[in-house]
């Protein structure tokens, strides 16, 4: 087992006053390459699963969108993460509940459950699965599918779509080159847009990846869900566009401009972004306003 600086990994995590309440957990939940006694290792910074227990690097965390952790390379499995976190589901609309993880782990991205008279629709994903978060999303209906905004959000999807009864994941075929691990599950769908059921549809972004995705839902006054392209800002009133959040990357305006066409014809009401921010009315009128003002500052 890898040594890990304890004060450097204590200034470094968050969660490490969780983590230390647990004996052994700090050495038990991330360990360095090599030392790996698991099947499927997942990236601590990304919280993205691999397929090789030999995996060395996460291309997702060296991308220029993302970076490595300063301490280096670390990988845990889904064992420690469930020893340490919990998942919170919250209702955050008549038809939607935000699920994610407490103390937050990885990027911290909140899935979504959109209830649908005929089968719900799992938005984005978060690494941390257990039963008792696999319970509660059965007795809420359950899943009929999962469908992925971006790379950052792959986590720990087909353990999902596995406690799920194998239900399908759909991806845009733009970025299957990030996919981690493989599964038959994954469907890779192509185009501008991919319809789904009860007029629900996957529209076409790009921009901060080739393949970023928002999920649209016609009903409750018209519903979109983000992701992170665009991403709700902290003010709950406009969006933003970027090509990498943590490394302050702008995308260029005609990437902003291809994302207005893909939105324009859509009409809706909401808007939740993926960090627990929502715009909860005139969402189309705050998204006009944000790519005005995104395009404003590049003229
Ligand atoms: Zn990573």
């Not at 969660?15 to 700090?26: E, R």
């Not at 995705?213 to 991403?231: A, E, I, K, S």
Request: aromatic share 10%; glycine share 8%; with cysteine.
């Amino acid at each position: 087992m890898a040594k890990i600086n304890r004060r450097k990994w204590i200034k470094q995590n968050a969660y490490a006053a969780l983590a230390l309440t647990i004996p052994g957990s700090i050495t038990a939940s991330l360990y360095k390459n090599k030392e790996m006694n698991t099947k499927h290792p997942i990236c601590a910074t990304c919280g993205v699963q691999y397929e090789s227990s030999t995996q060395e690097h996460c291309p997702v965390c060296e991308d220029s969108r993302q970076y490595v952790n300063a301490d280096g390379q670390q990988w845990t499995t889904l064992d420690a993460v469930n020893k340490t976190h919990k998942n919170i589901i919250e209702k955050v609309a008549p038809n939607i509940y935000a699920i994610y993880t407490s103390p937050r782990f990885g990027i911290g991205q909140h899935a979504h459950l959109v209830i649908t008279p005929n089968g719900n629709i799992l938005w984005d994903c978060i690494t941390n699965l257990d039963a008792t978060t696999v319970d509660i999303m059965k007795k809420l209906g359950g899943i009929k599918a999962i469908a992925i905004s971006h790379p950052h959000y792959y986590s720990t999807m087909l353990e999902w779509s596995k406690a799920f009864g194998d239900v399908p994941i759909y991806i845009h075929h733009s970025d299957e080159k990030w996919v981690q691990r493989k599964g038959d599950a994954i469907q890779f769908w192509k185009g501008r847009e991919k319809d789904l059921w009860d007029g629900m549809k996957l529209v076409l972004c790009a921009g901060h990846f080739d393949g970023a995705t928002v999920l649209y839902n016609p009903d409750h006054g018209g519903q979109l869900l983000t992701g992170d392209m665009p991403l709700v800002c902290s003010d709950r009133k406009t969006v933003t566009f970027m090509y990498s959040y943590p490394n302050y990357i702008p995308l260029p305006p005609e990437a902003i401009q291809y994302a207005k066409e893909s939105l324009d014809p859509l009409k809706y009401d909401a808007v939740f972004g993926a960090f627990g921010t929502y715009i909860l009315g005139n969402g189309k009128k705050a998204v006009d306003f944000s790519i005005e003002r995104y395009l404003g500052q590049t003229r």
